[in-house]
């Protein structure tokens, strides 16, 4: 088992950071939680309803969505612009019987690239122009268009500069103040754990060794995690 004996909730609003080095079984966990992966036992709950038996696309319709950590894989269409990638999993909002509405669909495009501050001069531009940062924001706008309840975020900063990071943090704690959304992020690197996280789960070798609110120290952080801590 890569992840055992785990309990975890997250309460609308709140941020909550998942902590763990390479193989804690961060990654295993989202994807279990979003569908991507099946799990042996155990349920996901969202408002205490099941959702362990629904499919990732019925999952994304309850509310809970996860953004991955390669986007380049998973996350993005790389031969489409931008609006249409940010179109994509909300398509069903406004897509009546066989057609499109062009005008909503253009009204969520300008809607998520204005709030997830996308730079980019029109949704027209291809998603491949754009830079690390700004691919990722238009990823989570994606999500985000859903009108999700849980957005679950595997190490939502990988590959992007620290400019970049610091707008994507501050997005998903206004997102959560704003919107009353669970957002619940992984991340191996102990300066995000401190950074809008309500609460700090660390995890190691598929279990939650430690729990706490963001007066932790990174020292505190790193045992728990079974990471040397040099002084």
Do not use: W
Not at 70 to 95: E, H, K, P, Y
Request: glycine share 10%; aromatic share 2%.
């Amino acid at each position: 088992l890569v992840v055992d004996h785990m309990n975890l909730s997250v309460r609308s609003g709140e941020v909550v950071c998942i902590y763990g080095l390479m193989g804690a079984g961060r990654t295993e966990m989202m994807e279990c939680a979003a569908g991507r992966l099946p799990a042996q036992s155990g349920s996901v709950k969202l408002h205490d309803r099941d959702v362990s038996r629904l499919s990732i696309a019925d999952r994304i319709s309850a509310g809970l969505v996860l953004v991955p950590e390669d986007r380049q894989r998973d996350g993005l269409v790389q031969t489409m612009s931008v609006g249409q990638n940010l179109s994509l999993s909300s398509i069903a909002a406004f897509t009546r019987g066989l057609f499109t509405s062009r005008k909503d669909e253009r009204k969520v495009i300008e809607d998520s690239i204005r709030e997830v501050t996308v730079k980019t001069e029109s949704g027209a531009t291809m998603i491949g122009a754009l830079s690390g940062g700004n691919q990722q924001k238009v990823v989570i706008g994606k999500m985000l268009a859903t009108r999700p309840e849980v957005i679950l975020l595997d190490e939502p900063s990988r590959g992007i500069d620290i400019g970049a990071k610091a707008e994507v943090f501050k997005l998903l704690a206004k997102t959560a103040e704003d919107r009353g959304l669970a957002v619940l992020y992984s991340t191996s690197e102990v300066g995000e754990c401190l950074s809008i996280a309500h609460r700090i789960i660390v995890m190691n070798r598929g279990r939650i060794t430690a729990e706490f609110d963001h007066t932790a120290t990174k020292e505190q952080i790193m045992a728990a995690s079974g990471e040397a801590v040099h002084h």
